[in-house]
């Protein structure tokens, strides 16, 4: 896990970039497929995806066509746009984007009380507390970035899973936007005020469900997670995740402390906010509620249908030990070991 070290890739400093809406984010893909990558994005998702611009709806057909022959009861969106988003992700492998399209769709069946009738407005209080934004800035690689400060949660306002709602809403709503496709994602997680009732949720078992689905069952990549402000309690908190955690995603995990110098080298001063040492002002939490929540239609119509999936069955990456069986015990064992060291570090 390194700790203070810069996550960049390949810089694109003075890059045109596709013009944003609702205060710097990009608005809703058109309903016809059309691309928005420059030249320069085209050349990266080249170098780093594999993509080949003048093969790329070939390879959406040859996706499509793979599950219309082998899953001809997956009820899910087959057009151009959604497509493309697990096949970037999976580096045009035909196989493991069909894996990651599965996984997303099953993701979904599995965990009722996070999919079922979401959308924006239902998670508006989880949003107006602070819990997440995200920063109206891509940063100089242009990525944008999710700030989530887990120490605005009380266990007391509303469920935890109401967070977890949150967050994949804004997921979805980041990945319609090419440029996120192709740069990927930073998150920075602020772990100012969090105490030993918000370090204990999630326990193990929504743990890995949620590194499953951002691992295995979401068609965006993660270019690093930054974290400051971690209290001693961090250490339980980081063991509850790490063992879910794959090597490569356990790697991209960088700790600051306090040290704000240390963040400004993974993320520019220039789209922070002043309270992390930037000069983007203050942190504005409106402008991505707001955005959010006009897209409320779309999301009704992409989650508010029944079921996607038939038969689906969530893979065992994505699942607790103990859900195997049906039984909750060796989660609830591992569940009180785990709080024990929270109780021990704090």
């Known amino acids: 896990m390194a700790e203070g070290s810069g996550m960049e890739g390949t810089p694109t400093t003075g890059v045109d970039l596709p013009q944003p809406t609702n205060g710097g984010f990009p608005g809703p893909p058109p309903p016809i497929y059309s691309c928005t990558l420059n030249p320069a994005l085209e ?39 959604f497509l493309l988003r697990f096949l970037r992700a999976r580096k045009f492998d035909y196989d493991r984007a069909l894996q990651l399209l599965l996984n997303y769709h099953a993701s979904r069946r599995a965990w009722p009380e996070v999919f079922h ?69 930073v998150i920075l997680v602020d772990y100012s005020g969090v105490g030993l009732s918000q370090a204990s949720n999630p326990g193990p078992f929504l743990a890995k469900k949620v590194v ?34 794959k ?57 508010c249908q029944p079921e996607p999936l038939e038969d689906g069955v969530l893979p065992d990456s994505m699942l607790f030990d103990g859900e195997h069986s049906g039984s909750g015990a060796h989660g609830e064992d591992t569940f009180r070991s785990l709080r024990s060291q929270l109780y021990y570090c704090y």
């Open 43 to 81: 050349a990266k998702a080249r170098e780093e995806l594999q993509e080949k611009p003048e093969w790329r709806l070939r390879d959406v057909q040859a996706l499509r066509d793979m599950v219309l022959k082998e899953h001809p009861h997956l009820r899910t969106r087959l057009d151009d746009a």
């Open 117 to 185: 009738d979401l959308r924006p407005s239902t998670v508006k209080h989880v949003l107006e507390r602070g819990v997440l934004t995200v920063l109206p800035q891509s940063d100089n690689h242009g990525r944008y970035i999710l700030c989530l400060r887990p120490g605005k949660w009380r266990q007391n306002d509303y469920p935890f899973v109401d967070n977890i709602r949150a967050i994949y809403l804004t997921l979805e709503k980041l990945i319609e936007a090419e440029q996120t496709q192709v740069n990927g994602l």
């Open 212 to 245: 499953g689905i951002l691992q295995d069952g979401f068609p965006i990549r993660i270019k690093a997670v930054n974290i400051i402000n971690e209290p001693r309690i961090f250490k339980g908190i980081f063991a509850i995740i790490k063992p879910f955690l």
């Open 247 to 303: 090597e490569k995603m356990a790697e991209r995990y960088v700790l600051h402390g306090s040290d704000l110098s240390s963040l400004h080298r993974s993320i520019p001063r220039s789209v922070l906010p002043e309270q992390y040492g930037g000069v983007a002002g203050q942190l504005d939490m409106a402008v991505w509620t707001q955005t959010l929540l006009d897209a409320e239609e779309n999301f009704v119509v992409e989650f």
